[in-house]
């Protein structure tokens, strides 16, 4: 399965096109809207996100509820287009329209792609790279995952993601949460957070932040819950399914760092006390007693949940800006504002629940192959069972 994004920030539209998803599988526009709606919640959010109420349009390869086996075309409207009709037009600029058009960039903001961006493509105004590398596309990341987070649940396998920090504030969550309870206690919480305690002082730290004219970061938990062991591969390094999830994380706007199970904590601590012993039981044959790995060996699934971290900058446009240099004159400046979250850690999450989904999905798409779900189903529930016998 591949999935290619395309689409800028206040562009007319956003659009994905998956590839290689089997026919005969349920899908409605409600299974991504329902997702798009999580992604624009979350306490911190800008103004954006209440201009937008995100919507996708399917544009192909459904028919009836069903899948049909051909490319899946989905498109978010930008409602804010209506207002960048000009700066945003497709057609060329005639003669002193230049002037007209406002909101020319020539002032990039430290840690976002403009400068960077605006060298590799000889963009002047740097308003042609910030309309694509801002965090808009991934709405659309979104809805890509939506349909790997659809597939998943139809094959009996569950994923739940979370907030575990938000400028430091860290929240106190059990050791294996149950996905059913992680899902309650994070789904109506402004910033999708299990410890109620921590939710206070999280927002409290939000405001703080807005109040400064600056911004925090944050660490997001992605669990995924109902695997058949064997997913991924030791034999080739492209295909170890921990090493496309970190690579999908860190491919998120802003994330910097990844780890699973005990991550970093690994660096301290001896092997004794990090791999997860083996035992066997009739009923449902191999399990561990712990999970420290967060679901990993060999770069395959060990049928334990996956558990995976990622790890947020604050966002790069501040209200109390840095000094940066106006690419025209040379001369220092305090960089640009745009429109600006001073926290998306919550939304990063959905973000993250979707990458995540969408390498696994597409593992087991992989792996298992079939041009028809019903058959797709069937194999996985043998290979659960497989895993059991052996
Ligand atoms: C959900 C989400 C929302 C974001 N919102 C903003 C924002 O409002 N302003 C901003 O400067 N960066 C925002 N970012 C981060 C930037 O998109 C990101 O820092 C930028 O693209 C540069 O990429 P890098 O940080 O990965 O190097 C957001 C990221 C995510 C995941």
Not at 57 to 67: A, E, Q
Not at 216 to 224: C, L
Not at 309 to 329: A, F, H, N, W
Not at 373 to 381: G, P, Q, V
């Amino acid at each position: 399965m591949r999935y290619l994004t395309s689409g800028e920030s206040h562009g007319p539209q956003l659009t994905t096109i998956i590839e290689g998803l089997p026919a005969g599988m349920p899908l409605t526009k409600e299974d991504i809207d329902f997702e798009l709606a999580r992604r624009q919640k979350g306490y911190g959010r800008g103004r954006r996100m209440q201009i937008e109420t995100d919507q996708a349009t399917i544009l192909s390869g459904v028919r009836h509820g069903l899948t049909l086996g051909s490319p899946i075309a989905i498109s978010v409207e930008n409602k804010d287009w209506t207002h960048w009709t000009k700066v945003m037009g497709i057609s060329p600029l005639e003669e002193g329209q230049e002037e007209e058009i406002k909101r020319k960039v020539t002032r990039p903001r430290p840690g976002h792609a403009d400068l960077v961006g605006g060298i590799k493509y000889g963009h002047r105004d740097m308003r042609n790279v910030l309309e694509r590398s801002s965090a808009r596309e991934t709405t659309v990341r979104v809805a890509a995952g939506a349909v790997a987070k659809k597939l998943l649940s139809l094959l009996g396998i569950e994923v739940a993601g979370h907030v575990l920090e938000i400028g430091g504030i860290r929240a106190k969550t059990p050791e294996y949460p149950s996905l059913k309870g992680l899902k309650e206690k994070t789904e109506n919480s402004p910033v999708r957070c299990y410890d109620k305690e921590a939710e206070v002082k999280m927002m409290e730290a939000i405001d703080q932040a807005k109040k400064d004219g600056d911004s925090i970061g944050g660490i997001v938990e992605v669990i995924v819950e109902g695997l058949p062991s064997g997913i991924g591969s030791y034999v080739h390094y492209d295909r170890k399914l921990d090493a496309k999830i970190a690579s999908a994380m860190i491919s998120i706007n802003a994330f910097k760092g990844v780890e699973f199970g005990l991550g970093f904590e690994m660096a301290r601590k001896p092997g004794s006390q990090v791999h997860d012993e083996i035992i066997w039981a009739e009923e449902n044959g191999y399990r561990r007693k712990t999970n420290r790995l967060g679901g990993f060996e060999g770069g395959m699934t060990t049928g334990m949940p996956i558990v995976v971290r990622g790890v947020m900058k604050p966002i790069p446009t501040l209200y109390k800006p840095l000094q940066s240099v106006d690419i025209e004159s040379k001369e220092p400046f305090t960089a640009s504002i745009e429109r600006s979250d001073s926290c998306a850690v919550p939304a990063a999450s959905v973000v993250a629940e979707a990458v995540v989904a969408w390498e696994v999905a597409s593992a087991i798409v992989n792996q298992y192959y079939s041009d028809r779900f019903s058959t797709l189903k069937e194999l996985i529930e043998q290979e659960k069972l497989n895993g059991r016998s052996f």
